[in-house]
């Protein structure tokens, strides 16, 4: 008999220095299932995966720098041979809160959410300690994609997620980077899934974001947005195609 399991997949690259703060706050049971940790290490060059083998969790290690994104599909495959309760989506660079997966999780344990979105901004909309570029890019993009899939979702880009079994086998991503996030929206839309949006911590340190940096600010900055724009019009057409053949469409 397969055994109970909440699968929490964690893309790392060069975490080191910071993984096992994260790691070692984890719950091992949540629900009364016990808490299954992959960390999927996405080529680093550091410690990274020793790190995280220190602390007994379940590694993978890439053999180069994939990305994000391509780290994520690599983790959610893996889950889904486990058959887990339920997969989360967490960040290895201390921006989420271990104290908050119970408040991310219950919604597809409580069978309310296909989809749950940990979301730093749906108490408190203000900037706050938000890095101004990455709020009004949050802002513009919200806006586009209540246009576009009639949702409002208050942090389109947050790694923060739980899936339910029905939504880890049939949501699909063509993304590797950062646009993952943002595919799992049209992803959830074109399914018909439940989604679900609950606060978590709003964290931000120095040195804790590696978006874009292999560009440098400006172009990584220009770098991750194009990635955005890819994603919105690649969900768009997607979407619009699959709305345009009945058979193919789920009840809701």
Do not use: W
Not at 38 to 66: F, M, P, Y
Not at 177 to 186: N, S, V
């Amino acid at each position: 008999m397969l055994e109970n399991v909440i699968t929490v997949v964690m893309p790392a690259y060069n975490e080191a220095s910071r993984i096992g703060s994260v790691l070692e706050r984890l719950p091992l049971l949540l629900f009364g299932e016990r808490v299954h940790v992959l960390v999927v290490d996405d080529g680093s060059t550091d410690a990274t995966a020793k790190r995280a083998e220190d602390h007994g969790v379940a590694v993978i290690r890439l053999s180069g720098n994939a990305g994000k994104g391509a780290a994520m599909k690599v983790g959610l495959a893996a889950a889904r041979d486990g058959c887990p309760s339920a997969v989360v989506f967490m960040d290895t660079d201390g921006q989420h809160d271990p104290a908050d997966l119970r408040r991310v999780v219950e919604p597809v344990m409580a069978d309310r959410a296909d989809m749950v979105v940990g979301s730093r901004y749906l108490i408190d909309p203000s900037r706050c300690n938000t890095p101004r570029n990455r709020y009004a890019v949050r802002c513009m993009v919200r806006g586009m994609l209540r246009r576009i899939l009639h949702v409002s979702i208050t942090d389109p880009f947050s790694g923060y997620r739980c899936l339910s079994p029905g939504a880890m086998s049939t949501m699909e991503f063509v993304g590797d980077r950062y646009e993952t996030e943002l595919e799992m929206a049209f992803e959830a839309a074109r399914l018909r899934l439940r989604v679900a949006e609950v606060p978590i911590r709003r964290i931000y340190g120095a040195g804790t974001s590696k978006m874009g940096a292999r560009f440098g600010p400006a172009l990584g900055r220009i770098n991750v947005i194009s990635q955005y724009a890819v994603a919105i019009a690649r969900g768009t057409v997607r979407l619009v195609t699959h709305r345009g053949r009945p058979a193919l469409e789920r009840a809701a």
